[in-house]
């Protein structure tokens, strides 16, 4: 089993700056695409940003692209999120995703191809 745990959320004005770190414990050697999510009251859960095992695949939702840089440092089992130019609408639970089984250079962009969830925190940005 993978746990993972998210850090980082908080309160900040709009066009501030966040981010987000997720660590990984258990059995880390089984991971191989990590991901990011988001969840806004009233609203599903939606794809942010993906990252290959091998960092060299990476993929942005287009809300986000821009502004948003997703990172792995896989000697330390995490992956960071960095977030600018935050708006309003970035407000939600931030989930870090990892899946069990896949290759070096794939990425994920689907809910049910990640296998581990974090428990989620949350960003608010105020206007």
């Known amino acids: 089993q993978v746990q993972l745990v998210e850090s980082g959320g908080g309160l900040v004005q709009a066009g501030g700056s966040l981010r987000l770190s997720c660590i990984a414990s258990g059995r880390t050697f089984s991971i191989y695409a990590m991901g990011w999510f988001r969840q806004a009251p009233g609203k599903e859960r939606e794809f942010v940003a993906a990252i290959s095992w091998s960092g060299r695949t990476i993929y942005y939702a287009d809300s986000v692209k821009g502004r948003f840089a997703i990172s792995r440092d896989n000697a330390k089992n995490t992956v960071d999120l960095q977030m600018n130019s935050l708006k309003p609408e970035d407000t939600a639970v931030y989930y870090c995703?990892?899946?069990?089984?896949?290759?070096?250079?794939?990425?994920?962009?689907?809910?049910?191809?990640?296998?581990?969830w974090g428990q989620g925190t949350q960003v608010t940005v105020s206007s």
């Open positions: 995703a990892a899946e069990g089984s896949g290759t070096a250079f794939d990425i994920r962009r689907y809910e049910y191809q990640y296998d581990y």
